[in-house]
């Protein structure tokens, strides 16, 4: 796709450029689209922020980020002297008028300096606090008028709830017009993520048995080794449904279950997807622990170090009633998915950092072999390995050679780091170049967001309403706690221990 275009000139209008998002994940994106000659010719990179920090140490602070956080770690000195040079400091109070009108000058002087109109991306890479008040900020100085070159990129959390939701997205919709507004889903620019489309859509053979005739069940998992590190004043509001189901999950999942686009268009998209989430069925309140499970971890072992609880984390209170462990059980009513189960499972401090999805397929309708060959019998199964592995496994039965006739469970397997040589670009490298180009299609729209909280606000509300009693209530290093295994198992069905390596994953 990126051959194909480059984006027109563009101002790229950094909020929060001192902070860590800015200096961890933004910078270095930028840096590697300049690098494979993706940005424009000329680019400008204005990093705003409440204190002065001047050009040269701005640079230098983001020649740091860079070197540590860019998938290619130290960049040239040539080719950072070249791209550093574009990089300008401006002071800014996000609650002064006086600061925007300096901005709108500032921009014009710069399109001015090129001979015409260059695309301006405004990026909040600021607390959501501050989302308000610079959307409001960028409106009253005339900065958001432009529908067609001017665009607003913001950061999750959008809200706490439904209603604070709403709140921010009034605000933002006060000044900028939807199409204008990209919503970042960091999961949505994975390549693996982007290729359950193409391997749904870009092959006949999947779509015949992508329904309730042929699948069981589907298992989302996303599972980190990773505890809340620095993170904890934040987490300790979020905790795993907001942080990871709200958005991350419910997005593979739509991915998952929507109906084939007509076009691989924006809204289009968008319009299948939110199909799905309108299509969850209902979590009732006085049913949520038949649908959801949660869990917080307390000490344990991983990989050969011990690690504190949760409750021991920098910045948690020590009796938080914070899940970092959040499994679900949702039903797509329609046409295709009626009584299917999708499980969800996100967790922190698990035995391993994976993220896959697996398609449980139906068992045959009669079994022919001898019951002796088929002890070893497992189900067929797809599993979309998101990472680290990042590929395609479909598991099926063999025959072992010889005699007497016995049947095992075998792989097939497609990988995209054997199937194509090239670096894998980050996540953020293909969000901001989409938004450079203005394409939407793997940002967020409001209405998904929106049917995103609607969805977990009674599961939200019953856990707020009813502090766990067992917390701590899994080992860090395990794999969650027992009323995720029970949620499934209400079912007939267990986890599966996910895809590690190149071993089978086994029932457990
Ligand atoms: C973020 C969450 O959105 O996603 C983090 O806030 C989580 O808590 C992260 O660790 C996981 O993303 P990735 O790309 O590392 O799988």
């Given at each position: 796709m990126k051959a194909a275009m480059t984006p027109s000139d563009t101002l790229f209008i950094l909020f929060g450029a001192g902070g860590d998002l800015s200096w961890r994940l933004v910078v270095p994106a930028l840096f590697n689209l300049f690098l494979d000659g993706h940005l424009p010719q000329r680019f400008k990179l204005l990093g705003v922020d409440r204190a002065d920090a001047g050009d040269a140490a701005l640079a230098a602070r983001y020649l740091k980020g860079v070197t540590e956080n860019s998938r290619r770690g130290a960049p040239p000195a040539d080719a950072w002297q070249s791209f550093s040079s574009n990089i300008h400091a401006i002071k800014l109070d996000a609650t002064e008028a006086e600061g925007f009108k300096q901005l709108a000058k500032a921009l014009?002087?710069?399109?001015?300096?090129?001979?015409?109109?260059?695309?301006?991306?405004?990026?909040?890479?600021?607390?959501?606090?501050?989302?308000?008040?610079?959307?409001?900020?960028?409106?009253?100085?005339?900065?958001?008028?432009?529908?067609?070159?001017?665009?607003?990129?913001?950061?999750?959390?959008?809200?706490?709830?439904?209603?604070?939701?709403?709140?921010?997205?009034?605000?933002?919709?006060?000044?900028?017009?939807?199409?204008?507004?990209?919503?970042?889903?960091?999961?949505?620019?994975?390549?693996?993520?982007?290729?359950?489309?193409?391997?749904?859509?870009?092959?006949?053979?999947?779509?015949?048995?992508?329904?309730?005739?042929?699948?069981?069940?589907?298992?989302?998992?996303?599972?980190?080794?990773?505890?809340?590190?620095?993170?904890?004043?934040?987490?300790?509001?979020?905790?795993?449904?907001?942080?990871?189901?709200?958005?991350?999950?419910?997005?593979?999942?739509?991915?998952?279950?929507?109906?084939?686009?007509?076009?691989?268009?924006?809204?289009?998209?968008?319009?299948?997807?939110?199909?799905?989430?309108?299509?969850?069925?209902?979590?009732?309140?006085?049913?949520?622990?038949?649908?959801?499970?949660?869990?917080?971890?307390?000490?344990?072992?991983?990989?050969?170090?011990?690690?504190?609880?949760?409750?021991?984390?920098?910045?948690?209170?020590?009796?938080s009633n914070t899940e970092t462990y959040a499994a679900l059980k949702l039903y797509v009513d329609n046409w295709r998915w009626q009584g299917v189960p999708f499980y969800l499972r996100t967790g922190k401090r698990l035995a391993a950092s994976v993220s896959e999805i697996s398609i449980r397929f139906r068992d045959v309708p009669h079994r022919a072999f001898p019951v002796a060959a088929g002890l070893n019998a497992q189900p067929t199964r797809l599993v979309i390995q998101l990472n680290p592995e990042q590929g395609i496994v479909l598991k099926f039965m063999a025959k072992e050679p010889g005699s007497p006739l016995r049947l095992s469970p075998v792989d097939m397997r497609f990988s995209y780091k054997e199937a194509f040589q090239a670096d894998t670009p980050a996540a953020y490298e293909t969000l901001l170049w989409d938004v450079m180009v203005g394409d939407a299609t793997l940002f967020m729209r409001a209405d998904q967001v929106e049917a995103a909280w609607q969805l977990l606000m009674p599961v939200l509300d019953v856990w707020a309403a009813n502090p766990a009693v067992n917390f701590p209530n899994y080992a860090a290093g395990s794999w969650g706690p027992e009323a995720a295994d029970l949620l499934v198992a209400r079912d007939g069905h267990s986890w599966l221990t996910p895809t590690l390596s190149k071993d089978s994953a086994h029932e457990r």
């Open positions: 014009d002087a710069h399109e001015a300096e090129w001979g015409g109109k260059a695309e301006r991306v405004f990026y909040l890479a600021t607390p959501p606090s501050l989302f308000e008040p610079i959307a409001l900020g960028l409106g009253a100085a005339g900065l958001a008028q432009d529908r067609e070159h001017v665009r607003l990129v913001v950061e999750k959390p959008l809200g706490n709830d439904l209603q604070s939701f709403r709140e921010i997205n009034a605000a933002l919709c006060r000044v900028f017009e939807e199409r204008q507004l990209f919503r970042i889903d960091h999961f949505l620019g994975k390549e693996t993520v982007q290729n359950i489309l193409a391997m749904r859509f870009a092959n006949p053979i999947f779509e015949p048995i992508w329904n309730r005739r042929y699948v069981d069940h589907v298992v989302i998992t996303a599972a980190e080794t990773l505890g809340v590190e620095q993170r904890g004043g934040y987490y300790e509001h979020a905790g795993a449904l907001r942080d990871m189901v709200q958005n991350h999950l419910f997005q593979l999942l739509c991915l998952v279950a929507m109906e084939p686009p007509v076009a691989y268009d924006a809204d289009d998209i968008r319009d299948k997807k939110v199909d799905v989430l309108h299509a969850l069925r209902p979590i009732p309140h006085d049913e949520v622990e038949t649908y959801a499970a949660r869990g917080q971890y307390a000490e344990g072992w991983i990989q050969g170090e011990q690690r504190p609880a949760y409750r021991a984390e920098p910045h948690v209170d020590a009796h």
